[in-house]
C-alpha cells in the first residue's frame, strides 16, 4: 500500500536560515509526487511536482525539492526562510488510478 | 480559470443530525475527491470520482457518509447522523489524468 511519511511535526527555524522538511514515500508503481502549502482557513496550495524528468524541481516562492528514488525521499528545501513561509506542509504522492494519498503535515515556525 | 468551489464554508450542527456540503471543479476536470481533515492531520481521502463513477471509497464511513457527483460536475457529500467526531475541515479537490489536484477552501464541520 502507499504510504507517505513526514519526520517532524513541528520545525522551527530563524528568518533567513535554510528550510528542510523531510518526505519519505512508499509505492509500488513510479510515483508522482507533490508538496502542498495550506495557510489558516484555506484550502492546499500547490508548491511543486515531481512527475518524470528531472529530478530537482523547482516550485513557487523559492521552493525546490529533489526526487530520490533510492532512498523513496522529496525533501522539501529552501535557502532563505521568510516569515511569511510560517504554514503547514504537506507531502503527497499520486499512484495507480490518480488515487493522492498526502502525509501528516510539517508545520513550519519562522523566527524573526 | 475559475477554481473549485465549495459551500458552505462553515456548519455546526448538533450530533445526530445531517448536514451536506456542495462542490463545483475546475471545468473540464474528470477527476473530483473529497478530503477529511481533522485539526493537525493530513487529509483523508474519502472517495474518488472519476466522471460520475466511484473509483475508491474504501475510506469513507458508508453508514453515515454518502456522496454523489450527478452528471460528472458537481458533487455533494452528506452526513447522517452527525457524531462529534465528524469534526473536521472538508475539502473538496478537482485534476486532469496525472496533473495536481486542484483544492477548494473547505468547509469547516463543527459537530456540538
Known amino acids: 500500500a502507499q504510504s507517505v511519511t513526514q519526520l517532524g511535526s513541528h520545525v522551527s527555524v530563524s528568518e533567513g536560515a535554510l528550510v528542510l522538511l523531510r518526505c519519505n514515500y512508499s509505492s509500488s508503481v513510479p510515483p508522482y509526487l507533490f508538496w502542498y502549502v495550506q495557510y489558516p482557513n484555506q484550502g492546499l496550495q500547490l508548491l511543486l511536482k515531481y512527475t518524470t524528468g528531472a529530478t530537482l524541481v523547482k516550485g513557487i516562492n523559492g521552493f525546490e525539492a529533489e526526487f530520490k528514488k533510492s532512498e523513496t525521499s522529496f525533501h522539501l528545501t529552501k535557502p532563505s526562510a521568510h516569515m511569511s513561509d510560517a504554514a503547514e506542509y504537506f507531502c503527497?504522492?499520486?499512484?495507480?488510478?490518480?488515487?493522492?494519498?498526502f502525509g501528516p503535515g510539517t508545520s513550519l515556525s519562522v523566527i524573526p | 480559470e475559475a477554481g473549485v468551489a465549495q459551500s458552505p464554508r462553515y456548519k455546526i450542527i448538533e450530533k445526530r443530525q445531517s448536514v451536506a456540503f456542495w462542490c463545483n471543479p475546475i471545468?473540464?476536470?474528470?477527476?473530483l475527491y473529497w478530503y477529511q481533515q481533522i485539526l493537525g492531520q493530513g487529509p483523508k481521502l474519502l472517495i474518488q470520482f472519476q466522471n460520475n463513477g466511484v473509483v475508491d471509497d474504501s475510506q469513507l464511513p458508508k453508514d453515515r457518509f454518502s456522496a454523489e457527483r450527478l452528471k460528472g460536475v458537481d458533487s455533494t457529500l452528506k452526513i447522517q447522523p452527525a457524531k462529534l467526531e465528524d469534526s473536521a475541515v472538508y475539502l473538496c479537490?478537482?485534476?486532469?489524468?496525472?496533473?495536481?489536484?486542484?483544492f477548494g477552501n473547505g468547509t469547516r464541520l463543527t459537530v456540538t
Open positions: 479537490a478537482s485534476s486532469l489524468k496525472d496533473s495536481p489536484l486542484h
Open positions: 503527497a504522492v499520486k499512484t495507480s488510478y490518480d488515487k493522492v494519498i
Open positions: 471545468s473540464g476536470h474528470a477527476t
